[in-house]
């Protein structure tokens, strides 16, 4: 069945661990096939004879630790690259390897999920017997130098671009992906109102990471301009509703977190309306205000037509504490890009307390 068998593989086969002739008669090989829809049967001889050479089974543990292009493994292996080639060639037809192109590279790899039916055992087994062979310390030395290879082109490059890593980030990705990356923290399956939602700036970001966003907001051209976006951005799990923070028309407890994001200083009486937030928060909810800091601007002042001028970040945590919220803390956002005469901003957040449900009118 084996014509050269290697002698590790011909006493696994042997032993019986591996009598697979019976009890697959044809292996569907998945993973990376399937991935693109396709399966691909493989007889278990192929598999058996792929792995009948010493090189071949070495090639496939290599390629279990790690992604390699041809001319990588030309230098792992120390095997003339026609060689390497047709080794490969063997491995991929036997289902045990796949390929990619990167740009003009071609990187082989093994499958990495495999469907976990009956036929695909045996190469999952085949590929848990490569796994644990021991390669030769020469051939891990030389893995090394061609990571090491990887690393240095990496650091040569980011040597090169220094401090304009900054502009060429933005320039490629915008400035504001970490914030959607950082939202992935935390639990999908809450509700979130945005009060005060304006032009629905939050809404996306919120949109694609929580089951349900509630959005309130007072003015109706801005109701306008938010409908437009959840329609061009597709968001469905957004509900908009006209009304005002100090009433909210949101039912009690029904959000995990409450943000007011600049709006407060538009408020016309600010510290009794903090109550609403606590009201439609569920126990253990969260709430999240973005406020200016106390300022004399002006220009800014009446250029955004505010009624406050800003809030002592000090003032606000004891409001809030004042209101049943607990864990209140501020701080200041550094990473603003201030305006010329626009004033600093400071975060505040506090946690409805999980055991007590007062404050909770209507
Ligand atoms: C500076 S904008 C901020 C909009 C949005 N939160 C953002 O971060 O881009 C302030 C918004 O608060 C709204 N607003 C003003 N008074 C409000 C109130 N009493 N209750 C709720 N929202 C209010 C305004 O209509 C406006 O859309």
């Known amino acids: 069945m084996i014509s050269t068998p290697d002698p590790v593989l011909a006493a696994f086969f042997f032993s019986g661990r591996l009598d697979m002739t019976t009890e697959y008669p044809s292996i569907r090989i998945y993973g990376f096939y399937g991935f693109f829809g396709l399966t691909m049967d493989v ?153 005060g939602t304006g032009t629905g700036y939050l809404l996306p970001t919120l949109a694609g990471h929580f089951r349900n966003v509630l959005a309130v907001e007072p003015s109706e051209r801005m109701l306008e301009t938010a409908r437009n976006r959840l329609t061009y951005e597709r968001l469905d799990n957004v509900s908009l509703h006209s009304g005002d923070l100090t009433h909210l028309p949101l039912d009690n407890l029904s959000a995990d977190v409450a943000i007011a994001m600049l709006v407060l200083h538009h408020v016309p009486a600010p510290r009794a309306a903090l109550g609403e937030l606590y009201r439609i928060l569920k126990p253990g909810g969260s709430v999240l205000l973005v406020e200016q800091a106390v300022h004399d601007h002006e220009a800014f002042h009446h250029r955004m037509q505010d009624r406050w001028w800003g809030f002592d970040a000090e003032e606000l945590v004891l409001w809030l504490g004042e209101e049943g919220f607990a864990d209140v803390a501020a701080h200041r956002l550094s990473s603003v890009e201030q305006g010329d005469d626009a004033p600093a901003l400071f975060v505040v957040t506090g946690r409805k307390a999980v055991d007590t449900f007062a404050g909770v009118g209507g």
């Open 43 to 195: 007889q278990p001889e192929t598999m058996f004879k792929a792995l009948a050479d010493s090189t071949r089974w070495r090639t496939l543990g290599v390629l279990q630790r790690h992604e390699l292009s041809v001319s990588e493994l030309v230098d792992v292996l120390d095997q003339p690259q026609s060689t390497v080639s047709r080794h490969l060639r063997v491995l991929r037809e036997a289902g045990l390897i796949r390929d990619r192109r990167m740009g003009s590279t071609r990187m082989y790899s093994v499958p990495t999920s495999v469907d976990g039916q009956n036929e695909s055992n045996l190469r999952s087994r085949l590929m848990a017997w490569s796994g644990e062979q021991t390669l030769p310390n020469a051939l891990h030395h030389r893995i090394d130098v061609v990571m090491e290879r990887r690393r240095d082109m990496s650091r040569r490059f980011f040597d090169r671009v220094g401090t304009e890593w900054d502009t060429l980030r933005e320039e490629s990705f915008g400035g504001r992906f970490h914030l959607e990356a950082l939202v992935a923290l935390l639990p999908r399956d809450w509700t979130v109102a945005d009060i």
